[in-house]
């Protein structure tokens, strides 16, 4: 628990990071240690596929893609952030932190949640048979994303 | 079972809430789609915290795969996107957006 505890708070910290550093590449690679650490609580917590997934795709892919979108868009760093929004952003974030720690245990009772029993079997039966439908729906969205990528990088016509 | 949920929820409200403002506060096209990431992060550990405290890690689990793999999709269309935003106003700042006129 002292672990998971630890862990869970550096996922915020590094997370927090990505946001507030200035360096654009800094802050993705804050990223990726987040979705890391965010690997590691799955695989805590009996998770290993989202784990697996976390790591290898959120952290590695995602981070690549930020990396070589920062690297093309080079004069990115100089948009000028607000002054304001650096002493803001932290003091309402620790007063939601406050405001969190109170509330959320009495909000916990509230949450409406189905009965179910601790469920068997293996995860292959649960995502294939259970879950077909969102399987469709994935090969849905990841067409729509490799069109979209193409759509939005292709070679313009002479006449446009 | 109640105080692991309990971390876990306490946790994740706080990833969320620190992408939304992020969202607020920032200006840089590649900032904001990175505060869009941290709220996904709170959403996967909703997700699977809520699944594992109720004993039904699996269910959880697939969903939060469903939920990476549509992330991702996402990731790359909006990372088009702003490269393609960068091509034409030559700036990654998200009020030079509101002075286009098409």
Do not use: C
């Amino acid at each position: 628990m002292i672990v998971q505890t630890a862990l869970l708070i550096g996922l915020v910290l590094f997370s927090v990071l990505a946001i507030l550093l200035r360096d654009l590449l800094k802050s993705a690679i804050s990223l990726a240690a987040a979705s890391l650490l965010l690997g590691i609580i799955f695989f805590r917590m009996n998770a290993p596929y989202a784990g697996v997934f976390e790591i290898s795709v959120v952290a590695g892919l995602i981070t690549v893609l930020f990396i070589l979108t920062i690297a093309l868009t080079k004069a990115g760093d100089e948009v000028r952030e607000s002054r304001l929004a650096n002493w803001v952003f932290p003091l309402v974030f620790v007063a939601f932190i406050v405001i969190d720690a109170l509330v959320m245990k009495s909000l916990l009772g509230k949450v409406p949640a189905l009965a179910s029993g601790p469920e068997s079997g293996a995860f292959g039966d649960v995502l294939w048979k259970g879950r077909t439908f969102d399987l469709v729906g994935q090969i849905a969205v990841i067409l729509a994303g490799v069109f979209s990528v193409l759509a939005l990088f292709r070679k313009r016509d002479k006449h446009d | 079972m109640t105080n692991t949920w309990y971390l876990y929820l306490f946790f994740a409200a706080a990833l969320v809430f620190a992408g939304l403002l992020g969202l607020l506060a920032k200006r840089n096209l590649i900032k904001l789609f990175i505060a869009i990431e941290v709220v996904s992060k709170g959403i996967s550990l909703l997700l699977v915290g809520t699944g594992f405290a109720k004993d039904n890690v699996l269910v959880a689990q697939a969903l939060v795969i469903t939920f990476i793999v549509v992330e991702v999709s996402l990731v790359a269309t909006a990372l088009a996107l702003i490269i393609n935003i960068y091509r034409t106003t030559k700036s990654l700042d998200v009020r030079k957006l509101a002075q286009l006129k098409g």
